[in-house]
Nanobody, 125 residues
């Protein structure tokens, strides 16, 4: 079965760091676009960061720019999102997704791709 499985979420104090993982089961991440998204209670899903399928270029949304890194480990077939200097507003369920091509980081552009179930991140003040 084709799956994406996230892990690494948890409770972190403001100012701390997290590294989220997204392992691909049943397919390779090597030539796919990767996106990390988050959804807070009562809010719509929003993009956090994404990586192109063609050259691996990374893009970051303004709320996390400068304090986040998206990456891919081909050997482990796993994508990562590392976030530093975490803020209470980073609290959300974080989900990874893949698609054949990267049109943009918008969740809408990954709608036909593969999505994980998400991992919960809570940042306390």
């Amino acid at each position: 079965q084709v799956q994406l499985v996230e892990s690494g979420g948890g409770l972190v104090h403001a100012g701390g760091s997290l590294k989220l993982s997204c392992v691909a089961l049943g397919f390779s991440l090597e030539k796919l676009a990767i996106g990390w998204f988050r959804q807070a209670p009562g809010k719509e899903r929003e993009a956090v960061a994404c990586m192109s399928a063609s050259d691996g270029s990374a893009y970051y949304m303004e709320p996390v720019k400068g304090r986040s890194t998206i990456s891919r480990d081909s050997i482990k077939n796993t994508a990562y999102l590392e976030m530093n200097h975490l803020k209470p507003e980073d609290t959300a369920t974080y989900t990874c997704a893949t698609d054949l091509y990267l049109a943009s980081c918008a969740p809408h552009d990954f709608r036909l791709g593969t999505w994980g179930r998400g991992t919960r991140v809570t940042i306390s003040s």
